[in-house]
């Protein structure tokens, strides 16, 4: 039997969106297959009432993490790039949300590992934390003021490179003081970052599928996996408590295995 995959299979999002991602981060699919999918309910995409807590945190920051980096992507090389790129900062906040969901994952897969196979297993995450490493300056200036930008005389927008961030901390260090050499053209600097965090996931999520040939023929991560009943859906639409956004209960349920329709990131939209 062919195993699911995204485009069938997975919900709105993802099939929009996996066409686009396919190629940056292929084994965001394999690990779904493994541990995300026979968590649904049977004939449904939904997951079970009373699912394993690990499973379901892991999924939850799985989908996080998936859809942030296509959002990511739509503002970075899809149909929104160019846009908004005088304000970078909240791009880079994107990209370090990606990247710290990753790690979550890891250390979520780690947890389960060593509860079904009581051994420890450290998966490699340093190009991740090199990448969050690598944007730490934009990611601190999310934090205080917007980062000063200039163009060129042909209107490109240009911003500090990565290294360079600390001799910028003020605007009038760029508009007096600025070096050529020491900036960088925003667009190209956000495709190489945004490419370097999708290698950076690729790598990592193919040795965490590697680790999990270790678990899917262990009983207790069977039974583990396995736990929770098949029940229907009741679809409610629920106010947030800040009002600030709307959370269907079907789409808090699917973000935990795939979400159909509606809002999914839990978050204040200017977070």
Known sequence: MALPNLLENGDGIEKTTWPLLRDFFPHY?????????????????????????????LAMQHYSLYVTLGK????????EAFFNL????DLYA???????????????????FHGCLKKKVKVDTRSITQLIDRVDGYRNLIHTQFLAVHADPSGRLLVPRPEKLDQYPKWTDVLYHARAEDFVDVHKQLISDFSALCSALENTWKSLCELSKQLVD???????????ESVQVVNLTVPSASGTFIVRS?????????PVVGPIMIRKPEE
């Open 94 to 112: 994107q990209l370090q949300r990606v990247a710290e969901l990753a790690l979550k994952v890891v250390e979520r897969f780690e947890n389960i």
């Open 218 to 228: 262990n009983k207790v991560y069977r039974e583990k996996q396995a736990r929770g």
């Open 72 to 79: 990511a992507y739509a503002r970075i090389l899809g149909k």
């Open 86 to 89: 005088e304000f970078p900062d």
């Open 29 to 57: 699919e394999t690990f779904w297959q493994i541990h995300i999918v026979p968590l649904r309910s049977t004939g449904s995409i939904h997951p079970r009432r009373g699912i394993d807590e690990d499973f379901e945190f």
């Open 250 to 258: 079907s789409a808090v349920s699917n973000a935990v295995a795939s």
